[in-house]
Structures are given as structure tokens and as C-alpha cells.
């Protein structure tokens, strides 16, 4: 009698193609440039031809001189702002995203890469996360190479067009009897602000969770404004000021409350993860002693166009309505009692660069800390959850080129700049 039940059970279960899990896991990962392997052999093969800069033209084309430059020899950040790149790195990667500890380019080989993505399919194995965002990949078929054997039991989604530092969200199949609905969020990019230094659009995917709708909002926004904690005559990281970064952010903030006041209306719970490019932490701490605003005024209230934000968080959480209240996730770092002193420290102040360099080392990626987020609305009713999310340790934390005893160079690349964070929320 009792096969009888669980062979019913099972079949019921097969037939609602939905999840009976209690819990929901969910993961964020920004893999750093991240290419499909098709795409990185045009890719390699680009950066291992040679070049060479015009005297007068300013720009470095194609060259079959034996001693012209490799592409993973030249200065992808000129400081001449007349030199014309042999690509736009908007749409092709620049070849000097792998560097050894002391900052040497890293040449890749295809083998090299092949590897790579065998790694990171084994962290995404480990965590098993039901949803997963990803911030610099390319588009789905980068991440159907990284789910490695898991890819089938995934649904995919990300984009065309933009920059090739796309979003992408993987879910799994046996999530939602349905499909779901997965979006680009193009307010996100400014495109009111034409297309020179547009940043990244939004991806938002909506499913119904055991009866449940949920939305999701994966983001990559407007890098190089990131600590109101930093101090210095060039002003960064100050939202409020007129560094051209900064000003770009600030003008993320609308479209990004205008999405969590959507969701809270429209939704049961919701999420936003990703890349912020933003220290929500020390915001916090900064916001102990300042209002989010300039003029002083609150947060609920209407905003003047002259008027700009100090705190992000503060502004785009500032729960009104009631239902668009949000929890920033604290995400802990287990890999080390350092580790985890680090971690903690890094909430309410800035580490030190020795701090720093510890702490990359312990956990194997640059940015360990600072920029990758969530913000989980209250109406999840996760509780404690929110408090024990964790920043996964990757290896090797640099790349690398070796000799092997026949003298052969043997590449080894890092699995990305930034460590994955990961939450298991109550699924109810």
C-alpha cells in the first residue's frame, strides 16, 4: 500500500512539472568577460595576430611584420584618446582580461579556456541554485557551456545586441509549471541618453513558484562609483557629485525603483540581484549620519529634478508602498576564519590594501567583496535567511603560465574577478 501512495505521489508530482521543494535556491555570478567556446576562438585567434599603430592614422590594424605587436602585447587603455583600438571592445573583449598576480597579460589558449568553463561548471554543480544570474557573459550559449551537465534541466534566457557584457538567468525547469516571462529591462540602459557610454539594460524574469509569483531583477549597473567611503580631490564614489560615473548611476536610480514599486504591485515576492557596482554596505553605514538626499528630503516623497541621491539604497528602499520594502542580504565568508573577519570588517568600513589582498587570496577572486548584492522584498517572509547567504570560494584566484618538464607553456586562467553569492530562501 504504501509503493502504492509514493508511485501516486510521484506521479502527481511528474505531472504538475512544479517544485515541492521548501526551499529555493538562488545564486548570482558575474563571470568576468565570459565567452561561449565558438566565440573564443574567433577571439584567441584575434589576439594571437599582430598589429601595428599608424604614425598618423592613430590606429593599430592587421600586420604580417614578424616583429609587429600581438594583441596580447598592446595597451588596451591608451591614454591617448586618439588611438583607435583594432576593435570595439563593446562588442569583442579586449585581450587583457586574464593577468597573472603581478598584472601580466595572461596570452590564452583554447585548451586553457576549455578548462576554465569545466571549473566553473563544477561550482555551479556544487551550489545546484534552482535560479542563477549572471552578470559578463555573452548570451545562452556561454552559459549552456558552463551548466556542463546540468544544462538540460535549465531554461535559459539572455539577449542580443548591447554590449557583450550581457545578463543572462538560468532556471530550473521543475521550477514553474510554466515557462515563465524573461525580458530585457531597457530603462536601465539610459536610452534616452543615445547610445555613447550607455549602460547595461536590466533582465527580469516572472514565475509562478509553487502558486506563487515571483519576479526577479538581475542587474549590472554603471561601474566606477562605488564607495561613498572613498575620499579624495576626484570624488568617487560619491553619488551625489559631478564625477561622470557617479552621475551615470545616479540616473539608474528612477528606473530601478520603478521596477521594485512594479513588482510590489504586481507580485507576491520578488528579487534583485546582481553586479551593483555598489557598496550597499557602506551606504548604510555612511547613511547613519546622512540623509539619502541632498536637500534633506525624504525618500517617499517626490524627488526635484535638481535634486540628486547620496545613498541608492536608501532611495530605492524607502518602503512606500509598504509592499516594496526590500532586506540587503549579508553575505558571509566561510572560507577562513580571515576570511570571515574580513568579510564582516568590509560592511562598516574599507579594508586596507594588504586587507584586501588577504582577503582575495582567501576566497580566490579580486572582488570578493562590495559590489555583488541582493535585496530580497519582505513579503518573502525569509527571516533569518537573509542573514546567512554566502560568498563561495573559488580557485585558482589568478591566472597563471607554467613550464612542464618537456618545457611546454601550460595556461591556467581564473574562473572569474568576482565570487559567486549564493542564498537559500523558504519556499513555502
Not at 82 to 92: H, N
Not at 94 to 105: A, H
Not at 347 to 358: C, D, G, H
Not at 408 to 419: F, G, K, N
Given at each position: 500500500?504504501?509503493?502504492?501512495?509514493?508511485?501516486?505521489?510521484?506521479?502527481?508530482?511528474?505531472?504538475?512539472?512544479?517544485?515541492?521543494?521548501?526551499?529555493?535556491k538562488?545564486?548570482?555570478?558575474?563571470?568576468?568577460?565570459?565567452?561561449?567556446?565558438?566565440?573564443?576562438?574567433?577571439?584567441?585567434a584575434?589576439?594571437?595576430?599582430?598589429?601595428?599603430?599608424?604614425?598618423?592614422s592613430?590606429?593599430?590594424?592587421?600586420?604580417?611584420?614578424?616583429?609587429?605587436?600581438?594583441?596580447?602585447d598592446?595597451?588596451?587603455?591608451?591614454?591617448?584618446?586618439?588611438?583607435?583600438?583594432?576593435?570595439?571592445?563593446?562588442?569583442?573583449p579586449?585581450?587583457?582580461?586574464?593577468?597573472?598576480?603581478?598584472?601580466?597579460?595572461i596570452?590564452?589558449?583554447?585548451?586553457?579556456?576549455k578548462?576554465?568553463?569545466?571549473?566553473i561548471?563544477?561550482?555551479?554543480?556544487?551550489?545546484?541554485?534552482?535560479?542563477?544570474?549572471?552578470?559578463?557573459?555573452?548570451?545562452?550559449?556561454?552559459?549552456?557551456?558552463?551548466?556542463?551537465?546540468?544544462?538540460?534541466?535549465?531554461?535559459?534566457?539572455?539577449?542580443?545586441?548591447?554590449s557583450?557584457?550581457?545578463?543572462?538567468?538560468?532556471?530550473?525547469?521543475?521550477?514553474?509549471?510554466?515557462?515563465?516571462v524573461?525580458?530585457?529591462?531597457?530603462?536601465?540602459?539610459?536610452?534616452e541618453?543615445?547610445?555613447?557610454?550607455?549602460?547595461?539594460?536590466?533582465?527580469?524574469?516572472?514565475?509562478?513558484?509553487?502558486?506563487?509569483?515571483?519576479?526577479?531583477?538581475?542587474?549590472?549597473?554603471?561601474?566606477?562609483?562605488?564607495?561613498?567611503?572613498?575620499?579624495?580631490?576626484?570624488q568617487?564614489?560619491?553619488?551625489?557629485?559631478?564625477?561622470r560615473?557617479?552621475?551615470?548611476?545616479?540616473?539608474?536610480?528612477?528606473?530601478?525603483?520603478?521596477?521594485?514599486e512594479h513588482?510590489?504591485?504586481?507580485?507576491?515576492?520578488?528579487?534583485?540581484?546582481?553586479?551593483?557596482?555598489?557598496?550597499?554596505?557602506?551606504?548604510?553605514?555612511?547613511?547613519?549620519?546622512l540623509?539619502?538626499?541632498?536637500?534633506?528630503?525624504?525618500?517617499?516623497?517626490?524627488?526635484k529634478?535638481?535634486?540628486?541621491?547620496?545613498?541608492?539604497?536608501?532611495?530605492?528602499?524607502?518602503?512606500?508602498?509598504?509592499?516594496?520594502?526590500m532586506t540587503?542580504?549579508?553575505?558571509n565568508?566561510?572560507?577562513?576564519?580571515?576570511?570571515?573577519?574580513?568579510?564582516?570588517?568590509?560592511?562598516?568600513?574599507?579594508?586596507?590594501?594588504?586587507?584586501?589582498?588577504?582577503?582575495?587570496?582567501?576566497?580566490?577572486?579580486?572582488?570578493?567583496?562590495?559590489?555583488?548584492?541582493?535585496?530580497?522584498?519582505?513579503?518573502?517572509?525569509?527571516?533569518?535567511?537573509?542573514?546567512?547567504?554566502?560568498?563561495i570560494?573559488?580557485?585558482?584566484?589568478?591566472?597563471?603560465?607554467?613550464?612542464?618538464?618537456?618545457g611546454?607553456?601550460?595556461?591556467?586562467?581564473?574562473?572569474?574577478?568576482?565570487?559567486p553569492?549564493?542564498?537559500?530562501?523558504?519556499?513555502p
Open positions: 500500500m504504501n509503493r502504492i501512495r509514493i508511485s501516486a505521489l510521484l506521479f502527481l508530482i511528474g505531472l504538475s512539472g512544479q517544485s515541492v521543494a521548501a526551499d529555493l538562488l545564486a548570482s555570478w558575474n563571470l568576468g568577460w565570459h565567452l561561449s567556446q565558438a566565440e573564443a576562438k574567433t577571439w584567441v584575434n589576439c594571437n595576430a599582430k598589429y601595428e599603430l599608424g604614425d598618423t592613430k590606429a593599430w590594424t592587421r600586420s604580417k611584420d614578424a616583429t609587429a605587436t600581438r594583441g596580447w598592446m595597451d588596451w587603455r591608451p591614454r591617448d584618446a586618439d588611438i583607435k583600438l583594432p576593435w570595439d571592445i563593446e562588442a569583442i579586449p585581450c587583457s582580461i586574464y593577468q597573472d598576480e603581478n598584472r601580466k597579460v596570452p590564452v589558449t583554447m585548451a586553457a579556456f578548462k576554465r568553463g569545466q571549473e561548471a563544477k561550482v555551479i554543480h556544487a551550489m545546484s541554485p534552482d535560479v542563477i544570474a549572471f552578470q559578463e557573459v555573452s548570451g545562452v550559449a556561454a552559459i549552456q557551456d558552463v551548466l556542463g551537465s546540468s544544462v538540460n534541466r535549465y531554461r535559459i534566457c539572455s539577449y542580443p545586441g548591447y557583450v557584457q550581457r545578463l543572462a538567468i538560468a532556471w530550473k525547469k521543475n521550477l514553474s509549471k510554466s515557462k515563465g524573461c525580458e530585457v529591462y531597457d530603462a536601465l540602459s539610459l536610452p541618453n543615445g547610445d555613447a557610454r550607455r549602460p547595461r539594460p536590466g533582465l527580469r524574469l516572472a514565475l509562478d513558484i509553487n502558486g506563487k509569483k515571483t519576479a526577479f531583477l538581475n542587474v549590472h549597473l554603471k561601474s566606477s562609483c562605488v564607495s561613498p567611503l572613498e575620499k579624495g580631490d576626484q568617487r564614489g560619491q553619488l551625489e557629485s559631478d564625477q560615473d557617479c552621475l551615470i548611476l545616479q540616473q539608474q536610480i528612477q528606473p530601478l525603483e520603478n521596477w521594485i513588482a510590489a504591485l504586481n507580485f507576491d515576492r520578488y528579487v534583485m540581484l546582481g553586479d551593483f557596482n555598489r557598496d550597499l554596505w557602506h551606504e548604510v553605514e555612511k547613511g547613519k549620519t540623509a539619502a538626499r541632498v536637500d534633506d528630503s525624504s525618500p517617499q516623497g517626490p524627488r529634478s535638481d535634486v540628486r541621491v547620496r545613498f541608492l539604497l536608501a532611495e530605492v528602499n524607502d518602503g512606500l508602498p509598504a509592499a516594496s520594502a540587503l542580504v549579508s553575505a565568508c566561510k572560507a577562513s576564519e580571515v576570511a570571515a573577519g574580513l568579510c564582516k570588517d568590509a560592511k562598516t568600513r574599507r579594508l586596507s590594501p594588504p586587507e584586501m589582498k588577504s582577503l582575495s587570496g582567501e576566497m580566490g577572486c579580486s572582488y570578493p567583496v562590495a559590489l555583488d548584492h541582493m535585496l530580497v522584498s519582505t513579503s518573502w517572509n525569509a527571516g533569518d535567511a537573509t542573514q546567512k547567504a554566502e560568498k570560494a573559488i580557485a585558482p584566484g589568478s591566472s597563471s603560465v607554467a613550464k612542464n618538464d618537456k611546454d607553456a601550460i595556461v591556467t586562467l581564473s574562473l572569474s574577478d568576482h565570487c553569492t549564493r542564498i537559500t530562501l523558504p519556499n
